[in-house]
């Protein structure tokens, strides 16, 4: 048999098994997971539809801002999809046990590698159409499209994220030879110049430091016009955003011209990819899973002399955390996590994100300056910064179980109970969420210049948060592993993965409103109400907690391994 | 099998190459027109049709509007630009108050240069002039009647033409930069003639638009012995436009197509 059929035929009995699989979850787990994605293509449907048609609401430029916001969006995805693409197709085409599987039958490399590919750019970039086609049909219904604008934009869009996919792999293809040659500390170098630069050049494109704070519609069209590659006509997001906005208005020359030239380019990436896996990706895949690897470690020292009692004794951070099962298991989960580049380029993305959060916020109008606008300014940046917070546990934390694998016997054997692990996991999700959690929090209150009241109150609301959503995320990746998995953002996306971040976000809309409540009764001044509020969050986090740490503990002890 | 995935990658390969190539090439023959044609080009970008409506206004009372469309089309003979242009006015006519409509159209080829002309000047009593004009060899010819009375004919040369308004005429264009000077020769309802209106782009501003701050660019426009200076948004829609004497009383004023056609 042809082995890319048979590779095929693999993958589509077991995505059927999943769908078969989905039928024996309980009810509640698929509802919730449904209403949740049904809530977010809602919901993203609805704000674009708000936002185009208040832009839309300026005769003057309205039109054309709304323009330069599609042709922003495609630029935005662009850099996202191959951000994610190159992180995405190094770990699933050179690094996951999959391929090492596929790699000890009779099958081709091209094979194996257009098969992980095609992993790859559709996990990259899923969630992308998941979230683009709303804002799309928002933009359609603003300008009153035909049905043939939904048909080409669901045509250009899937072309796009082909091209973006196609690129983020090649640029992949093209590092993974340097990135081996690198140590660690090269690579962190490398990657914080980039973001660096990056995010000089993301600054100056908003021209920030010209504006007061009411300005932010002119702000938005000054970063548009300036992003000039953006509007560069051999730029591919400017050939999709050009084909989308063609095809709203009824211009369908246009919508083939551009849509054509979009095709033409994503084709042109199979004859070179198949180029590169029939002559370089077998060697290629053999230098980097490290078995022809060169020894970067230096000369061993000689047993007994100081340079090896410190080679054994280990940094000093962990040998201030003592000796015992505690410290040795979070070191190991630390390593894993550091070994990863995957892990790690999503960490610092992760970073970056909150970075730019932050800087955001310098640029709150000044007419939010009444104490209730100032209120309604404060909860909703304790909303962002919790679900910031809810993404990092998700992606992170939830996981963390998943990740031992078919290995988990070998914790299996450890002295230790097996909820031991859980709540290692546990204070060990907890501490670093609460770092980042509260360094958010305080920044972006000092920021808002909240009152001290305000600014106890969300250092406090987000000890709870982070309480609740790491309980969550340990209890819920306890309960929903996913061990034969070793990509942990496939395990944050699987069915529990979903689960989970839908479950935090509903936690997190009662912990805030239960903060909230005093101030929408009793105005902004709400007096010894805010004590209560406290008191059932805490109330609220405790059983939350108890909850989804006895269902994460009660199915781990049940788990045969 | 394997001559078939020479003849695929052969395909793919000359397929991108001619979409590369029409892409680069449509880029160059945008930037080989003069600023005005350019300017035309990225005002229309990938929409058919753009309109703008203007009220006008004197002494801050509004006496009328005037609005101007202009749409792409592709007929069988290649392509075409129609542009329409529609005033309405309360003057005082030799001390009578009248109102004056104008309504016209001028199609353009590709190179902006006209086709054919229709233009209708008319007030409260009835039609005053009917002009018309169609393309004659390498010239543009053009008939003033009064009903089935020709009160006039000439031959104008074969140029790029803009249809005026019977006011300062507004340009298509989008795009504009600080210290650009365009010469374009507008048709002028009015004086049922040609005249060259001088644009020259002043500076970049940001002003109140629509109640809130907007970028736009300050231009000023000559006419006739008239000067207008005018507020563009880099996309080339006109907000306002304010002109000198004699017509130092009138103000015009952005607004919606509803808002502009509908009667009092």
């Given at each position: 048999m042809n082995p890319a059929l048979a590779l095929i035929r693999m993958r589509v009995a077991s995505l059927r098994n999943g769908a078969q699989n989905v039928g024996k979850d309980s009810i509640a787990k698929v509802f919730v997971v449904l209403f949740g994605l049904g809530n977010v293509i809602g919901i993203g449907y609805w704000v674009s539809a708000v936002s185009f048609r208040f832009i839309e609401?300026?005769?003057?430029?309205g039109a054309s801002l709304n323009a330069k916001i599609v042709a922003l969006l495609f630029f935005a995805l662009f850099v996202l999809v191959v951000l994610s693409t190159v992180i995405v197709t190094y770990s699933t085409v050179f690094l996951a046990r999959e391929t090492d599987y596929l790699f000890q039958h009779p099958i081709p490399p091209r094979t194996i590698f257009f098969l992980k590919l095609a992993e790859a750019i559709a996990f990259s970039s899923w969630a992308t159409l998941f979230l683009c086609m709303p804002v799309l049909v928002a933009f359609g219904v603003l300008r009153k499209a035909g049905p043939l604008y939904y048909l080409q934009c669901a045509g250009i869009l899937s072309a796009f994220l082909m091209f973006a996919g196609f690129t983020g792999a090649t640029i992949s293809l093209l590092l993974a030879p340097v990135l081996r040659r690198l140590t660690p500390l090269q690579f962190l170098g490398l990657g914080a110049m980039a973001l660096v630069l990056l995010g000089w050049t993301f600054l100056y494109s908003f021209?920030?430091?010209?504006?007061?704070?009411?300005n932010n519609l002119l702000l938005l069209d000054r970063f548009t016009s300036r992003l000039t590659a953006m509007h560069s006509p051999y730029f591919p997001s400017q050939w999709a955003s050009a084909a989308v906005l063609a095809a709203a208005a009824g211009n369908h020359r246009e919508v083939l011209f551009h849509g054509s030239t979009l095709l033409a380019n994503t084709l042109l990436f199979l004859p070179m990819l198949a180029w590169y896996s029939d002559r370089l990706y077998g060697r290629q895949w053999v230098s980097l899973r490290g078995f022809s690897a060169p020894d970067r470690k230096g000369p061993i020292p000689v047993v007994g002399t100081p340079a090896a009692r410190a080679a054994q004794r280990g940094p000093l951070a962990w040998r201030a955390l003592g000796k015992g099962p505690l410290p040795a298991i979070t070191l190991k989960d630390v390593l894993l996590f550091a070994r990863d580049p995957a892990q790690v380029s999503q960490s610092i993305l992760f970073l970056v994100l909150m970075v730019i959060y932050s800087l955001s916020l310098l640029n709150i109008p000044d007419y939010f300056s009444s104490p209730t606008l100032r209120l309604v300014i404060y909860f909703a940046n304790l909303g962002a910064v919790c679900m910031i917070l809810s993404s990092f546990t998700s992606r992170f934390l939830f996981p963390l179980i998943s990740?031992?694998?078919?290995?988990?016997w070998i914790l299996g054997l450890a002295p230790l109970p097996r909820t031991y692990l859980l709540h290692q996991k546990a204070f060990f999700g907890l501490g670093v969420s609460l770092f980042l959690g509260i360094v958010l929090v305080t920044v972006s209150n000092a920021v808002l210049n909240s009152t001290p009241g305000l600014f106890l109150g969300a250092i406090y609301t987000m000890f709870l948060a982070a309480v609740c959503l790491t309980a969550l995320s340990t209890g819920l990746g306890s309960a929903y592993p996913v061990l034969d998995e070793d990509n942990p953002a496939r395990i944050a996306v699987g069915l529990g993965g979903t689960l989970n971040f839908f479950a935090s976000a509903l936690s997190l809309a009662v912990l805030i409103t239960l903060q909230a409540f005093p101030y929408l009764i009793f105005g902004v001044d709400p007096g010894p109400w805010v004590g209560v509020s406290h008191l059932l969050s805490l109330a609220f986090t405790g059983l939350l907690s108890a909850f989804a740490f006895g269902l994460g503990a009660r199915a781990l002890a049940r788990r045969e391994f | 099998m394997k001559r078939l995935g020479t003849l695929i990658t052969t395909a793919i390969v000359l397929y991108a190459g001619a979409m590369n190539w029409m892409v680069y090439e449509r880029q160059r023959s945008v930037s080989s027109l003069d600023r005005y044609r350019a300017g035309v080009t990225t005002f229309l970008g990938n929409e058919l049709h753009r309109e703008q409506w203007m009220g006008i206004y004197r002494n801050h009372k509004r006496v009328g509007y005037t609005g101007y469309t202009i749409e792409k089309m592709f007929p069988v003979e290649g392509v075409e630009i129609q542009t329409t242009m529609e005033s309405r006015m309360d003057i005082d006519l030799f001390g009578k108050p009248q109102t004056l409509d104008i309504n016209g159209s001028l199609v353009l080829d590709e190179t902006m240069r006209p086709l054919t002309l229709y233009m209708d000047v008319s007030g409260s009593t009835g039609s005053f002039i009917t002009i018309s004009g169609k393309r004659e060899g390498e010239h543009f010819g053009v008939e003033v009647r009064r009903g089935n009375l020709r009160l006039l004919r000439v031959e104008l040369p074969l140029i790029e033409l803009h249809l005026g308004n019977g006011l300062v005429p507004n340009l298509p264009v989008s795009g504009y930069k600080v210290g650009d000077v365009f010469e374009v020769p507008c048709f002028d309802p009015l004086f049922m003639g040609r005249a060259v209106a001088r644009v020259e782009v002043l500076s970049r501003e940001v002003k109140e638009v629509d109640g809130v701050q907007a970028e736009v660019l300050i231009l000023e426009t000559r006419f006739r012995d008239i000067t207008a200076r005018s507020w563009v948004t880099p996309g080339g829609e006109l907000i306002r436009q304010e002109f000198g004497p004699p017509l130092d009383d009138l103000l015009l004023r952005r607004e919606t197509r509803k808002r502009s056609t509908q009667r009092p």
């Open positions: 609401s300026f005769p003057a430029f021209g920030l430091w010209g504006f007061k704070g009411d990740l031992e694998g078919r290995a988990f | -």
